[in-house]
């Protein structure tokens, strides 16, 4: 009995989340352009396509080193626009290949600053390796 309560509170949380959108014809969105071409013999292709509410996006994919089995590998670079819900626009560029997906866009977070003095303490190790603290144990049989 009170596995069919726990199962019963499982599916009526679940069902108090889902709002369905209403579905009206001013919801639909059409697509003013979108283009195809591909996939090509050659493993390359290309699509795009643009929206009536400013939603965009494209990209392009070829097999780099094609006909050389050990060194095939995909590539794909594209990009996509929209507006956010706070009416931001959002532009991402991207590259995808064996170094994996590779984003670049204003709205993405980056990283601080490195530190001055930081900065200049690798500057130095940089310029006096010999001096490399890493090695002292190895010399010593620590």
Request: glycine share 8%; aromatic share 10%; charged share 15%.
């Amino acid at each position: 009995m009170n596995i069919v309560i726990v199962i019963f509170a499982i599916v009526a949380s679940a069902f108090a989340q889902y709002r369905p959108i209403p579905v009206s014809p001013q919801h639909f969105i059409r697509i003013l352009r979108q283009e195809q071409v591909g996939p090509n013999p050659d493993g390359s292709y290309q699509w795009s396509y643009e929206t009536e509410n400013g939603i965009a996006a494209d990209e392009q994919g070829h097999v780099k080193n094609f006909g050389n089995p050990q060194a095939e590998a995909m590539e794909a670079a594209g990009s996509f626009r929209y507006t956010a819900p706070d009416n931001t626009p959002i532009q991402l560029t991207y590259i995808a290949n064996e170094n994996g997906f590779q984003p670049s866009g204003a709205h993405l977070p980056t990283p601080p600053p490195i530190p001055l003095a930081i900065l200049r303490s690798l500057e130095y190790n940089a310029a006096h390796p010999e001096q490399d603290d890493s090695l002292q144990g190895a010399r010593y049989g620590k």
